[in-house]
Structures are given as C-alpha cells and as structure tokens.
C-alpha cells in the first residue's frame, strides 16, 4: 500500500517544525517521516546537513532542477528551495507516510503531481497572536515584522483549499490536534489508530 503524503503550510514561525518533531517523536507506531528539502541557502548555526536541509550551491541546484530531481521547487528571497523525489517517491512505496514542510506555492505544485496529497495549514487563532510570537522572540526589526505578517497573511489566503486547519496558540493540543489527522491516513486494520 502507497504510504500517505501530507503537506504541513503555515506562516514562517507558525511552529511547523516543532509540530512535525514532536509528532515524531512522539508516534514511534506511526510509519511516517519527514521529507528533508534542499536549499542553495547558507547553513545557519546549529543546523546540520541531510538531517535539517541538503545545502547545495546553486549551481548544485539548478543541475538537479534541470535533470528532473524536484518535485517542486521555488526561488524564495534569492536562494532555492525544493522536495527531491529520493525524499518521498521511495518511502511512500514502502508504506511509509512522507510529510513536507513546504509553503502554499510548493503545495501547489505537489497538488498538481499528487491530487491524493493531504494539505495541512498551522497558523495562530488571529493574526495579533501571530504578531505577538514574532514580538516576543525579538530577533526581527520592525520591517522585518510587518514583512512576515503581510507573508503570513498571503500564505493563509493561498491555504483556502487546504483539507484541514490546526490551530496553534496551544503546542500540546496542535500535536494532538496534527497526531488525529494523520492517524486517519493510516488503515484501520493495524495498530496505528490507537
């Protein structure tokens, strides 16, 4: 049986990351995993190679892009992003499920290649709640704020279409909330659904 193939969206410090992990972590029964993308981006301090991102040039990246690697990909702020097929096409033939943390213009493409996907969209009850998390982590000046609110803003206006919303002013209820949607992905003949 083809594993399921899920699409967690949401603005950028929404917590898809955390949610994802935590999921993981904490569904051992689950046959699932998380698709790791390719950047042309640098490497930021603390993240590690094939495990958060593959980092390429972009010279790395266009080869790849040309020779049909990508499920998708997208130029997003001056350095490229994409779902190489290796990260999904094999798992899911083994039975296993692959979730993408990819944006609504990448779940677009994907959507297009898969009308099975499941798209999940995470975001905050309001978007002062969402302003008040980007607030509160004080790493972002003023521009940068307004920037990331009007992109979380178009990021769930392109989410109108998704399958599920998972709200996320609560971490624990936004895992279990993430745990019950993809338990449904998986037969009721097994242990999964527990």
């Known amino acids: 049986m083809l594993g399921p193939l899920i699409i967690l969206s949401g603005p950028s410090g929404s917590g898809k990351s955390t949610v994802i ?20 981006r640098r490497r930021r301090p603390g993240e590690r190679e094939d495990l958060d991102y593959h980092f390429w040039t972009r010279e790395q990246f266009e080869e790849q892009r040309q020779a049909g690697a990508f499920l998708e990909s997208a130029d997003v702020y001056g350095n490229y992003y ?55 982590r004080e790493t972002e000046d003023e521009e940068s704020i307004q920037r990331r609110l009007a992109g979380a803003q178009r990021e769930i206006d392109r989410a109108a279409g998704y399958e599920y919303t998972v709200i996320n002013d609560d971490l624990d209820e936004a895992v279990a909330d993430f745990r019950v949607i993809i338990q449904r992905l998986f037969p009721r003949d097994n242990d999964y659904a527990r």
């Open 21 to 40: 992990r935590r999921l993981l972590e904490s569904s051992p029964e689950l046959p699932l995993r998380q698709s790791v993308s390719a950047t042309s």
């Open 82 to 136: 994409g779902t190489l097929k290796t990260e999904v096409e094999p798992h899911r033939q083994q039975g296993i499920g692959v979730i993408l943390d990819i944006d609504t213009q990448g779940a677009e493409q994907i959507k297009r290649l898969y009308p099975e996907v499941v798209r999940i969209l995470l975001r905050t009850s309001t978007m002062a709640a969402y302003e008040d998390r980007l607030r509160k």
